[in-house]
């Protein structure tokens, strides 16, 4: 394992908790971001208890960033852009920043299972406006549920892809996907393509609805 530092941005929430939780249980060293230092410590020690290790603590947002490498943003779309506002100084330029975020309807009061038209084109590109220039952006972990994150004893049924105008941050988020045991990491291209991976999220959310299930996710077929 690289000696690294991953901070989940919202690791607080059910998505963020989901990938900490994954990554710690993959030998990762991983902080918890939240906007209250409490907060991220008590998620940190609930990480720990269900994982039996000290591998996750907790901090606020802005020093969670700075003692990390990789930066994973997972809040609601209503408070993406002031999250990365509050984190930005803390990204070094070669920081890989992977952003998780889904522009829900649900930021203007609509339903989750339709999304928003975003005007840089996705969540993605909306992160690549505000960060810093040489940041290694990439996005990923849309259509992978929290719930089948969270279950860590049983393996993730979903591909992940992920989108960058890198390929090395591209291969790099890939490698990370793939530390989910049932996860295949997909190439999904460059960033502009996150827009559509983005929306795929509140067409799965409608069909847990209709399915009367909780983890639908997606598969890439004919691939080697
Ligand atoms: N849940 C899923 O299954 C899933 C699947 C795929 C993608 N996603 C996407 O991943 C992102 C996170 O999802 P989530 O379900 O984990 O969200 P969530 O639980 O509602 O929120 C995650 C965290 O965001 C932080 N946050 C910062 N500003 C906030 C604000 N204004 N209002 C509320 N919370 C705020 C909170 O942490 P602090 O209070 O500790 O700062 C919160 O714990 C979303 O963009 C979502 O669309 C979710």
Known sequence: MANRTIAVIGGTGDQGFGL?????????????????????????KRANGILGGELVSGMENPKAAAAADIVVMSVPFAAHVDMIKSVHDSIQPDDIFIDVVVPLSTAVGGSASSALLVWEG????????????KT???SAFHNVVAEALQRVEKKVD????VCSDSQETRKAVMELATEIPGVRAIDGGRLE????????????????????????GIRITGLP
């Open 20 to 44: 900490v939780l994954r990554w710690a249980k993959a030998g990762e060293r991983v902080v918890i971001g939240s906007r209250q230092q409490q907060k991220a410590e008590d998620a940190a």
């Open 136 to 138: 290694k952006l990439a």
């Open 193 to 216: 393509n996150s827009r559509i991976v983005e929306q795929m999220t509140a067409l799965l959310i409608g069909i847990n609805i209709r399915y009367k299930v909780s983890d639908a």
């Open 122 to 133: 996705s969540a993605a590109q909306q992160a690549a406006r505000l960060l810093p220039p």
């Open 158 to 161: 979903s591909d992940v892809i």
